[in-house]
Nanobody, 117 residues
Framework: VQVVESGGGLVQPGGSLRLSCVAS?????IGWYRQAPGEQRELIAT???????DYKGFVKGRFTISRDNAKNTVYLQMNNLKYEDTAVYYC???????????????WGQGTQVTVSS
C-alpha cells in the first residue's frame, strides 16, 4: 500500500494544522508517526479499518485521527500545537493487533510541520 502525506507547514504555537494521508488499495490500519531532527521515528496515533482510534499520551486531547474510506484518506487534526511538535510527519498502512501497531515497510515522503513564532 502506497501512502502520500500532505498538509504540513509553518504554524505558530497554539495554532492548528490538518494533515492528510492518502493510501492506495483497500482500507488499512493507518498509523501516524513523526520524526524530529536527531530523534527516532515515533508512533503518535492509529486508526483501524473500522475506525477504532488510539493515541499516545503526549498528543491526547490535542490531536484527532479520523478517516474517510470513500476517499481512501486518513486525517490528523492537530490543535494547540507546541514547539516540540516540530517534526516530519509520516503515515503508514500497517496492522493493528491489540495494543500493538506493526508498520509496513512502505513509507511516504512525509510532510514537515514546523511550530515557530
Amino acid at each position: 500500500v502506497q501512502v502520500v502525506e500532505s498538509g504540513g507547514g509553518l504554524v505558530q504555537p497554539g495554532g492548528s494544522l490538518r494533515l492528510s494521508c492518502v493510501a492506495s488499495g483497500a482500507p488499512a490500519d493507518i498509523g501516524w508517526y513523526r520524526q524530529a531532527p536527531g530523534e527516532q521515528r515515533e508512533l503518535i496515533a492509529t486508526i483501524t479499518r473500522d475506525g477504532t482510534t488510539d493515541y499516545k499520551g503526549f498528543v491526547k486531547g490535542r490531536f484527532t485521527i479520523s478517516r474517510d474510506n470513500a476517499k481512501n484518506t486518513v486525517y490528523l487534526q492537530m490543535n494547540n500545537l507546541k514547539y516540540e511538535d516540530t517534526a516530519v510527519y509520516y503515515c503508514n498502512a500497517g496492522t493493528k493487533k491489540g495494543v500493538y501497531y506493526y508498520p509496513s515497510k512502505d513509507w511516504g515522503q512525509g510532510t514537515q510541520v514546523t511550530v515557530s513564532s
